[in-house]
């Protein structure tokens, strides 16, 4: 049933945008793609007819589904054929939108064949790609999983624009694979969008205050604030304002649209905890470079007490124990308690007992979130500051619902 549905879908799809011919920005990368999206979006909305992928709507049904303006109808029959009926109904008349922003993610080798057979971009933003990208247990290896997502890149047109982070060597690459217009970001000093300066701020009642940075793009420099939090925020920022110059917006415009974005759920999310903590819920998902970029916030943030609470990291395959055994390693040099929760995290804990915590003391091991969740309210003390990361199949909000005011 679902083969026959994700071929309906397709099929829908490519009748709709031939019907309707919106501009297409689609986003990969194996950090960063859902937020900048959301910021591509924030940057937009004002401006133009534009609609985006649902929370991560990312796969051979997701990218559809945007396309066709219908949500997911899930295991209910019924309810996919009302939805398909209500595509029928849009293909006669709707106010279709002029510009989609799409999510394009890959899980395996063709998965970007199939979605561009579907919807080919206009604009192509790459965010991050890690050593070990997440996702990347049936790849043969990070090389591959590069190839894969470059697919993204080459389907541009010569007329179109391409965008790159080029702090990543894996991403800046991508520039000679493709012969449309590239635009690109970072900290680095050849990006053409150069991140300057950032500033991180918690005020002092201990609730989240903003990010501030400068952003310049020939020769223009223009503050930017967020209400979001950590670099990968910035990056999401960043490759909004280069889609906004790609449409003909200026800096400052797109700066003020930019305050309006939101961090998407469990997304280094700034939570008000028990006894006065503070909650960084970061646990949508994780792969050792978004786990390396949350390790950065907790290390950056000050706090009477780092508390850092760790799931298994998913999908990652043969890279999985030495992944894990390097969060330990960094997490043991500035972090006060470390928990960790399911069998890949054990690794953690074991780089930790190696660099002086002890179990029962400052390390403490839980096979999954509803133990945790049972036992969490125990270990929090005032001003806390706690960290929550790990793989979606984890479940930690389980955990972090128990320590919520």
Known sequence: MRKILQKILKI???????????????????????????????????????RKSEKSFNNEIGVPLTILGIGSAGKNVFLWIWNLLKV????????????????????????????????????????????????????SGSAEVVKEKSKLVKAVSKDGIVILNCDYDSVA??????????????????????????????????????????????????????????????????A???????????????????????????????????????????????????????????????????????GSMLEIGRYSEDSHRDVGKVASAFCDLIITVGDKAIFIADEALKNGFKKGENLFVFENSDELAKKIKNFIKEDDLILFKGSRGVKLETAIKEVLT
């Open 12 to 50: 829908a799809a490519k009748l709709m945008l031939l019907r309707y011919k919106p501009k297409i920005i689609a986003v990969t990368g194996s950090v960063g793609k859902t937020s900048a999206k959301d910021a591509i979006y924030a940057v937009l909305e004002n401006d133009f007819n534009v």
């Open 88 to 139: 029928i109904s849009y293909f006669i008349w709707t106010k279709y939108p002029k510009i989609l922003v799409l999510e394009f993610g890959v899980d395996k080798p063709g998965d970007m064949d199939y979605l561009l057979e579907i919807a080919k971009p206009d604009i192509a933003v790459v965010t991050a790609i890690g050593d070990i990208p997440a996702h990347i247990e049936k790849f």
């Open 173 to 238: 690459s991508m520039e000679h694979r493709t012969r449309a217009r590239v635009l690109t970001y970072g900290f680095l000093s050849e990006a053409k969008l150069k991140i300057h300066k950032s500033d991180t701020g918690i005020q002092e009642s201990g609730i989240f205050l903003s990010s501030s940075f400068k952003v310049e793009y020939e020769g223009s420099v223009v503050p930017v604030r967020l209400n979001a939090f950590g670099v990968p925020s910035i990056y999401a920022a960043v």
């Open 240 to 310: 909004a304002c280069a889609v906004g110059i790609a449409l003909d917006m200026n800096l400052v415009e797109i700066s003020q649209a930019l305050l309006k974005n939101k961090t998407p759920k469990s997304r280094m999310n700034i939570l008000e905890g028990i006894h006065h903590s503070v909650i960084l819920d970061d646990s949508y998902n994780a792969s050792p470079e978004s786990m390396k970029e949350a390790l950065n916030s907790l290390k950056n943030i000050k706090a009477k007490r780092k508390v850092a609470v760790f």
